[in-house]
């Protein structure tokens, strides 16, 4: 494994966009983690890209954003919302 990333209850991943274009694997070893995943050209409320594109300015911290910008993101359009799941123990 090139790395491993675990963390805490109620952890995440802010938005990001991978420079690489890298594939992972993930899995769920306990508890859920729930994925909010938008379309590529769609901007999330409240995040920010840098004016290249490259990468995100400040972007809010998963709770920010669950708080603050998750209702408008799922009462927007239709082809504007996220696709969402979660995950549980076992799941990949």
Do not use: M
């Amino acid at each position: 494994w090139r790395w491993l990333i675990a963390g805490p209850a109620r952890s995440g991943s802010s938005f990001h966009i991978d420079p690489n274009a890298t594939s992972a694997w993930n899995i769920c070893l306990s508890g859920e983690k729930k994925w909010v995943l938008f379309p590529p050209h769609v901007v999330p409320p409240g995040v920010h890209p840098a004016t290249d594109g490259s990468s995100l300015a400040t972007p809010p911290t998963p709770l920010e954003w669950f708080l603050n910008c998750y209702d408008s993101a799922v009462q927007a359009p239709p082809h504007l919302r996220p696709l969402e799941a979660i995950t549980r123990p076992g799941e990949a």
